[in-house]
């Protein structure tokens, strides 16, 4: 039986390509590299790093107008080589040939495993490892002062380490990327696994805003709520309650680094009802305490972007890219290994040996399309570290 191939599609280009061209000259690589750490790196290193950059984005250019069929194969392609040239530009490397050759990870779902079920299984070492310890030292949480002025905290995400020998599935990963997050909750009705947060430094406080969906009316109900985002999000507990708003079916939750009331935080000798809206009493300020270590690293620092809580994966909390390579690369593996599973899902059909499999098909075109833009945009701020800070960079 024939193969129906998708056509490519038109694609309006998302990511400005002239940022990773002009680091593919050595000369520039260098002096870039020299700015951001502090030394020069030798000419083999730069000639390695301009390889590979040209290397990725060629793979992400064709991939950007590829079919479906084969567009996962080549976006992990380029994902693995612009992964060489942020280890090879952060690390006191030598060469490529210094970074480990295996992926540091194998794919072992059962043999009739939907697509949101492929398994993915963590090995000590390899290309994965170097990259995610990589990246993960470029976590930071980054804000403006009530003054606007713009400040960065380094705030590393977890090393890789302890993933050990577990695994993981397409469907926890997914779970957990940034910018997936209603085409999940659509595909799974459940909540993701990752949550957009947003930090509002004010003259006498920090404050740190949630907006979930789910309304509340009375105390109780709003007590349930916060405990609820609590236990998805454990950190929240380190911040006082400050109130909350009702915004149609959603409810914005508030919290600040103040020290939490003697009489609790739902008490009514701390928070009062204000028309449908709780808030604290005006007379009740509590001293604030320094709001950093009340925080995990956040998701968006290391680009600049919007800054997102995420769920430790197996225990360890990794950075969106690490997330994003384990997706791509679960997917590669369907592409190279089981292309009759991939055509059967992209087609949209269903036999009577083999139900539909088209349930993540589009939560998963959209990751394909956001690490297009996305993972260049890492490559490009993780090398000039010096102006990553500089949202036109």
Not at 19 to 43: H, M
Request: hydrophobic share 40%; proline share 6%; aromatic share 10%.
């Amino acid at each position: 039986m024939a193969i129906a191939v998708t056509p490519p599609r038109e694609m309006t280009p998302l990511y400005d390509w002239s940022k990773i061209k002009f680091l593919e000259s050595t000369d520039n690589f260098k002096s870039v590299a020299r700015q951001s750490t502090g030394r020069t790196p030798s000419t083999t290193a730069a000639r390695d790093v301009a390889a590979c950059l040209q290397q990725g984005r060629i793979f992400f250019e064709i991939a950007s107008n590829a079919p479906l069929q084969v567009k996962p194969l080549q976006i992990f392609y380029g994902m693995v080589s612009f992964a060489k040239a942020i280890i090879l530009a952060r690390q006191e490397r030598s060469s490529i040939a210094t970074i480990a050759q295996s992926h540091g990870m194998s794919e072992i779902s059962d043999q009739n495993a939907k697509i949101e079920d492929m398994t993915l299984q963590f090995h000590t070492g390899g290309l994965f490892t170097e990259f995610s310890d990589t990246v993960a030292n470029l976590g930071r949480i980054t804000f403006y002062d009530a003054r606007g002025s713009f400040h960065q905290v380094h705030k590393p995400f977890d090393m890789s380490a302890p993933l050990g020998e577990s695994r993981c599935t397409l469907r926890d990963l997914l779970a957990r990327i940034p910018g997936l997050e209603l085409a999940y909750e659509r595909t799974f009705a459940e909540l993701p696994a990752c949550w957009y947060v947003e930090l509002q430094h004010q003259p006498t406080a920090v404050q740190l805003q949630i907006r979930v969906p789910a309304p509340f009316a009375e105390r109780e109900e709003l007590e349930r709520l916060v405990g609820v985002w609590r236990t998805k999000f454990p950190f929240l507990e380190k911040w006082c309650f400050a109130g909350a708003s009702r915004a149609w079916d959603q409810s914005i939750l508030n919290f600040n680094n103040f020290e939490k009331p003697p009489t609790g935080e739902f008490s009514p000798d701390y928070l009062v009802k204000r028309n449908d809206d709780f808030g604290p009493q005006r007379q009740s300020m509590p001293n604030p305490r320094a709001f950093e270590p009340l925080l995990p690293a956040l998701a968006g620092g290391t680009t600049v972007d919007h800054q997102r809580a995420i769920q430790p994966l197996n225990g360890v909390l990794l950075s969106e890219f690490a997330l994003q390579f384990c997706a791509a690369f679960l997917l590669s593996s369907l592409v190279r290994y089981r292309p009759q599973i991939w055509q059967h899902a992209i087609s949209h059909s269903a036999l009577q040996e083999r139900a539909a499999d088209d349930r993540a098909l589009s939560l998963i075109e959209k990751f394909l399309e956001l690490t297009l833009n996305e993972f260049p945009r890492l490559t490009e701020k993780a090398i000039d570290w010096a102006n990553s800070h500089d949202q036109r960079v």
